[in-house]
């Protein structure tokens, strides 16, 4: 299929679908004619991609997991390294949860401040 019949069947713009294949996360072969021909599987990709995406994991994650994907959900069967890449990806979400946390007390003790000295 086209890019632009991918578009209209997973309701992503043809920019964004690109941006997927640059992060080397959607694969296409080009025809004779130069345009991108997409499996009849890549609707489905696309899902596991977003769903993914909502799990807030990056797209340099997101491309060593998605050859353990399966089904639209995505359901992560098991592949090598699958267990020491979601950790290390829950340890960054830590991280910067911490971080923030972090930074919104500190935001809550100016704040603290300037309504004591009104």
Do not use: F, H, W
Not at 30 to 38: D, I, V
Not at 79 to 95: H, K, N, W
């Amino acid at each position: 299929m086209l890019i632009g019949e991918l578009a209209r069947r997973t309701s992503l713009s043809t920019r964004l679908l690109r941006y997927y294949e640059e992060q080397g996360l959607l694969v296409s072969s080009r025809g004779a004619n130069g345009y991108r021909n997409y499996n009849d599987d890549a609707p489905m990709i696309v899902g596991q991609i977003r769903g993914l995406l909502r799990a807030g994991l990056p797209t340099s994650v997101i491309r060593d997991l998605l050859p353990c994907a399966q089904g639209k959900a995505p359901r992560l069967t098991p592949c090598p390294d699958l267990i020491a890449v979601l950790r290390e990806a829950a340890a960054d979400m830590q991280t910067r949860i911490d971080s923030l946390t972090a930074n919104r007390d500190a935001v809550l003790r100016y704040l603290d401040a300037a309504e004591a000295n009104r």
